[in-house]
């Protein structure tokens, strides 16, 4: 796996196959399986649960990257890591953040912390030195297929910028409104992990738009 990754969100495949579609993105060249967890609460609107996880685990040998949104992640981590997730993040904007980072050490599974378009990434200055990666959102969390908010660029770079300032190799996800047309832009940000839904879903051959976006890396 090179240094940067992409992560096709299974948040737009079809469930009717969710087997095949995750074989596929295999084949394909993947190099993540991106869940987002949706609770009803946290963000309008439900999606899947550890179930679905444990589904997602059975079709591929890929890692499993769990976007938990929801009020309670803490509630939560145990059942998704015992479900097949190896990445786990949970937003900022949740309470019980240091407890779902110290239990997320202890249940072994890569930390992220996540923050919405509107949180400053100053709110994550405190727990720099305990996560593994940083999932910044460039839609409003709770739905597929949202424009991309622009200022994620710009919101990229200051990461990016603090994390060099503070010697530390954290890798920065990008969720929301990826494409081939401004994953290039992205990676010159700073992002590492690109995670893309409708962009890949939404087209015939996983294969080739897969590499389409890799060519630009």
Request: include cysteine; hydrophobic fraction near 40%.
């Amino acid at each position: 796996m090179g240094l940067y990754k992409i992560a096709p969100s299974v948040l737009c495949a079809d469930f009717t196959r969710l087997g095949e579609e995750v074989k596929a993105l295999e084949r394909a060249g993947a190099d993540l399986i991106h869940v987002d967890v949706m609770d009803g609460h946290f963000v309008p609107n439900i999606t899947m649960g550890p179930d679905f996880v444990a589904a997602v685990r059975r079709a591929t040998h890929l890692s499993i990257d769990s976007h938990l949104m929801v009020t309670h992640p803490e509630s939560y981590l145990q059942a998704f890591k015992d479900a097949g997730s190896d990445k786990i993040s949970v937003h900022i904007e949740t309470q019980n953040v240091q407890k779902c980072l110290e239990m997320m050490k202890k249940l072994r599974v890569s930390a992220g912390l996540a923050l919405n378009p509107q949180t400053s990434v100053q709110s994550l200055l405190p727990y720099l030195d305990k996560i593994d990666y940083i999932l910044v959102m460039s839609v409003h969390p709770g739905f597929g297929g949202q424009k991309f908010i622009e200022t994620t660029f710009e919101k990229i770079s200051s990461l990016q910028q603090i994390l060099k300032e503070k010697k530390l190799s954290i890798d920065i996800s990008v969720d929301g409104g990826v494409n081939a047309h401004n994953i290039a832009q992205l990676k010159k940000a700073g992002a590492t992990i690109f995670v893309a839904g409708n962009a890949i879903f939404k087209t015939s051959d996983y294969s080739k738009t897969i590499q389409e976006m890799r060519e630009f890396l």
